[in-house]
């Protein structure tokens, strides 16, 4: 069983793309077990969305198209304030009882993607007993990205995600890497620039962000 608390607003992540902390703790949970993560025969990441089930198949090296969930995720068993993790380890005992040389290895998420935490369970004890690791000093001394909240002019897209209203595209919100590799953010409020960011990969490419927090219309790769 392994924990890690890394409180790092998101503006101050080195990275959008990954979850280091994430990674680390799934990864050392395993081997604090002794076990291959492709030999776990169940598997239960937490699946608030998308991204957490995905980051951790990739820290693991397992492919997306395994079954990586025991309940059909949160949407189906559980819900918000941690009490999925709870149907998700029932439901892992529950199949550890009927399968007892198997071994399911289950994750967590909480706070603001903040909290991770990973546990292996089998039908039987462990020949080496019971480990349990604390990651809170390993993942802080991860990398952390410098923040601009000033900045203006040429920067490089980073990511970005699209606003909705009744069905009509209107903002883009768009992290930023300056120059000098700082985050910073900007908005796209005209609805053209919006409906660009739908619907072209506009990662990377060279916009120029006013005074105002805003994007002139110029893209340059």
Avoid: M
Wanted: net charge neutral.
């Amino acid at each position: 069983s392994v924990q890690a608390v890394l409180v790092r607003a998101v503006s101050r992540r080195d990275t959008l793309a990954a979850e280091p902390p994430l990674a680390r703790v799934a990864q050392r949970a395993c081997e604090l077990a002794r076990l291959e993560p492709s030999a776990a025969e169940l598997l239960d990441f937490y699946s608030c969305f998308p991204a957490p089930v995905q980051l951790t198949a990739e820290a693991l090296g397992l492919p997306l198209e395994r079954q990586l969930t025991l309940t059909g995720g949160l949407t189906y068993g559980g819900g918000p304030f941690n009490s999925y993790v709870l149907h998700a380890i029932a439901t892992a005992v529950a199949r550890l009882r009927e399968q007892r040389d198997a071994r399911a290895l289950v994750t967590s998420v909480g706070g603001f993607f903040s909290k991770h935490a990973a546990g292996v369970y089998g039908g039987a004890p462990p020949e080496h007993g019971f480990a349990f690791a604390d990651l809170a000093d390993e993942v802080r001394a991860t990398p952390e990205r410098a923040f601009d909240g000033d900045f203006s002019g040429e920067a490089e897209v980073e990511a970005y995600t699209v606003n909705a209203e009744r069905g009509r595209l209107t903002t883009a919100v768009v992290a930023c890497r300056t120059p000098r590799g700082a985050r910073t953010w900007a908005r796209a409020s005209d609805a053209a620039l919006a409906e660009r960011f739908a619907h072209e990969d506009l990662v990377g490419a060279r916009v120029r962000i006013a005074s105002d927090r805003q994007l002139s219309g110029t893209f340059r790769n």
